[in-house]
Structure formats: C-alpha cells, structure tokens
C-alpha cells in the first residue's frame, strides 16, 4: 500500500518560510513525478507545483514563482516544498501526490495524480 505523509505545515507571519516535506512508503518514487496541491477554505484544491522523476524539471503555478522550490531525494523517497515570503493568501491545507506510472510526464492536473497524501496546514498571518 502506497502512502505519503506531509509533515512541516504551521503558523506563520507573512513574510516567513516553512519547508513541508512528503514521505512516500510502499514503492520507491524514483521514477514517478511528484506534485504539491493546496486547498484554501472554502476554495477548489489548486496546483502549486510539479517535479519530473529526474529532478531537472520543475513547473509552478505563477503565484508562487520565485517563491517556492519543490525538490526531491529519491534516496530517502522524500518530496519537499520549501517556501518564502509566504503571503495571507498562500494558506491553506498542503497535499502532495505522486504519478503511478514510471517515467511519465509532469502534470498540473490533479485527476492525473494517483496517490495523495492526508495534508498538511499552513496558516499565513497578516
């Protein structure tokens, strides 16, 4: 059984950081691309950003560039999602998900994603 944990959400003024980070168990992602996803109450779940199996690809979605960096260690089957200058309106619950079929192409469509994490809480305060 494949799961992923996020872990690294919190409280934070605007203009801070936080660093989530997905731990992926029951297959190895190194060949699988990985994505971020948040939710904003009351709001539809939204891309934040993609990173193909390799690493040297990497796609977000425009509010967040220069903002956010997704990475991955495929050795410890980790994604991670470092953010800063974080923003009131980047709150929100943080989900990653992968792709289940190896070598595929990076993607912002989550319907495209087959396994998802329970998600993780940022809240940016003013």
């Known amino acids: 059984q494949v799961q992923l944990v996020e872990s690294g959400g919190g409280l934070v003024q605007a203009g801070g950081s936080l660093r989530l980070s997905c731990v992926v168990s029951?297959?190895?992602?190194?060949?699988?691309?990985m994505g971020w996803f948040r939710q904003a109450p009351g709001k539809e779940r939204e891309f934040v950003a993609t990173i193909d199996w390799s690493g040297n690809y990497r796609y977000y979605t425009n509010s967040v560039k220069g903002r956010f960096t997704i990475s991955r260690d495929n050795a410890e089957n980790t994604v991670s999602l470092q953010m800063h200058s974080l923003k009131p309106e980047d709150t929100g619950v943080y989900s990653c998900a992968a792709r289940r079929t190896s070598y595929s192409g990076t993607t912002s469509a989550a319907g495209s994603y087959d396994y998802w994490g329970q998600g993780t809480q940022v809240t940016v305060s003013s």
């Open positions: 029951g297959r190895t992602i190194t060949s699988i691309p």
